[in-house]
């Protein structure tokens, strides 16, 4: 189902506005749309599109909220302070040292400084790979399900999902979050490996596969769009 997309006024400054079918959507939900800017309204297949819309504008002193409290982004450069599975760490840069290292709350970055951001961007991509892909076919064992392939990638919509066939699919930013929030949406998505649905059974699932969950949702709910600022 194709997107719709639309322009909302917020109190005299347009935004983007994006109306999007979903198939299993029950309810009209609103969430500020990372990809433009601006609001996602996810409706059900029936649902009008102008219902979508008029929910958006209900909502505009909402929406307008939640974009001033967007923050600006943070290159990765010496003496920046990132998060490393939740916990502060300062960059450094050592031109004659080897790779990256991480030690007593730094991560020291080797090689010509002009390369240091994409040399620290690949490092905590792989790191985020090693901490899933670990835990994702741990739990996956806990329940015999198997797991058809495991992507990392900068996803911007989601912080997870689970394909057909059993691909699993995460952001590599989840490692920038406390563990066990990073935990909790590993446990999320392997759990939809046996259950492809948002019901009682999924959710009680999840729960047995991670601690935290409401804390871990909680946290996504009111931290997780600030992850993206890093490296932009």
Not at 59 to 64: E, F, M, N, Q
């Amino acid at each position: 189902m194709a997107d719709s997309h639309h322009t909302l006024d917020l109190y005299g400054h347009a935004v983007p506005l994006r109306v999007r079918r979903h198939a299993r959507a029950r309810n009209l939900i609103l969430r500020i749309d990372e990809d433009t800017g601006g609001a996602m309204v996810t409706i059900p297949a029936r649902t009008p599109i102008r219902d979508g819309i008029d929910l958006a504008r209900r909502k505009a002193a909402w929406i307008a909220a939640q974009l001033k409290r967007r923050v600006e982004p943070l290159v990765f450069a010496p003496g920046v302070e990132l998060p490393f599975l939740g916990e502060r760490h300062t960059v450094r840069h050592n031109p004659g040292g080897r790779g990256v290292v991480c030690a007593d709350m730094e991560i020291v970055v080797s090689g010509r400084p002009e390369h240091l951001a994409r040399r620290l961007a690949d490092w905590l991509k792989a790191q985020a790979r090693t901490e899933i892909t670990t835990r994702a076919h741990a739990k996956a064992g806990q329940i015999d399900q198997r797991i058809a392939r495991i992507t990392v990638r900068d996803t911007r919509s989601r912080w997870g999902s689970c394909g057909v066939q059993g691909q699993l699919n995460f952001s590599w930013r989840l490692v920038l979050a406390p563990a066990f929030v990073l935990d909790y949406v590993v446990a999320h998505e392997v759990a939809h490996l046996a259950h492809h649905n948002h019901g009682a059974d999924f959710w009680a699932l999840t729960e047995s596969l991670t601690d935290r969950m409401e804390e871990a949702k909680a946290w996504l709910s009111t931290h997780g769009r600030d992850l993206h600022r890093y490296g932009a």
